[in-house]
């Protein structure tokens, strides 16, 4: 009866461990597609990043030259001051209307380049984000892993030291002790799987 009681009880651990080296695979299979889709997501990013800056940089070095070889604006070098009567700006007044529309078109230039850092710090941020959740999956799948070992060394250290001449009384004390380590290690087990779904 107590032969039965034992073989039982290592029937239903070695499906416990069964059981939980499938689901350390199958986590270990979705940790691993959602790092691929992360990393994959980070390097699009970054070629997009990249390409606007390149872009941004090629049409600052056009317009630079523009300027360089048509200092004028497209313009009547000469116009009227509005309400003025007909009065005519001039050359150094001209200048300023020039400077100023080149500082707004700068401050243009140096919003959409703040936009875009903005952008690159939000992203970066949300994949930090993800990577510490990653790396919080693989530490409770790394804790999954020292319970199975832990069970199959408790299984192994059951076959080699159960003499068929034990007492009834510490036989049944052997199966309370391993009845007790098989329990608390399923509720550890349940305990991590429910916070991996929460996570």
Same mark, same amino acid.
């Given at each position: 009866?107590?032969? &039965?009681?034992?073989?039982?009880?290592? &029937?239903?651990?070695?499906?416990?461990?069964?059981?939980?080296?499938? @689901?350390?695979?199958?986590?270990?299979?979705?940790? &691993?597609?959602?790092?691929?889709?992360? /990393?994959?997501?980070?390097?699009?990013?970054?070629?997009?990043?990249?390409?606007?800056?390149? @872009?941004?940089?090629?049409?600052?070095?056009?317009?630079? /030259?523009?300027?360089?070889?048509?200092?004028?604006?497209?313009?009547?070098?000469?116009?009227?001051?509005?309400?003025?009567?007909?009065?005519?700006?001039?050359?150094?007044?001209?200048?300023?209307?020039?400077?100023?529309?080149?500082?707004?078109?700068?401050?243009?230039?140096?919003?959409?380049?703040?936009?875009?850092?903005?952008? /690159?710090?939000?992203?970066?941020?949300?994949?930090?984000?993800?990577?510490?959740?990653?790396?919080?999956?693989?530490?409770?799948?790394?804790?999954?892993?020292?319970?199975?070992?832990?069970?199959?060394?408790?299984? @192994?250290?059951?076959?080699?030291?159960?003499?068929?001449?034990?007492?009834?009384?510490? /036989?049944?004390?052997?199966?309370?002790? &391993?009845? @007790?380590?098989?329990?608390?290690?399923?509720?550890?087990?349940?305990?991590?799987?429910?916070?991996?779904?929460?996570?």
């Amino acid at each position: 009866m107590n032969g &039965q009681l034992l073989l039982n009880e290592l &029937q239903k651990r070695d499906d416990e461990i069964d059981r939980l080296h499938k @689901a350390k695979i199958e986590e270990s299979q979705r940790r &691993q597609m959602e790092l691929y889709r992360l /990393e994959k997501e980070l390097y699009m990013m970054q070629s997009l990043v990249e390409g606007y800056r390149k @872009a941004m940089k090629e049409t600052q070095k056009a317009f630079a /030259e523009y300027r360089a070889r048509c200092p004028q604006a497209d313009e009547p070098l000469y116009k009227d001051v509005p309400g003025s009567g007909g009065l005519v700006l001039s050359v150094t007044e001209l200048e300023k209307e020039r400077l100023k529309k080149e500082e707004e078109e700068r401050a243009k230039m140096r919003e959409v380049e703040r936009k875009f850092g903005d952008v /690159e710090l939000t992203y970066m941020g949300e994949l930090e984000s993800h990577m510490i959740v990653i790396e919080s999956f693989n530490d409770r799948l790394m804790a999954m892993e020292n319970q199975v070992k832990h069970l199959k060394e408790v299984k @192994a250290k059951s076959k080699v030291s159960d003499p068929p001449e034990c007492a009834p009384t510490s /036989e049944a004390q052997t199966a309370e002790a &391993q009845t @007790a380590e098989t329990q608390t290690a399923e509720a550890q087990t349940a305990e991590t799987h429910a916070e991996t779904q929460t996570a």
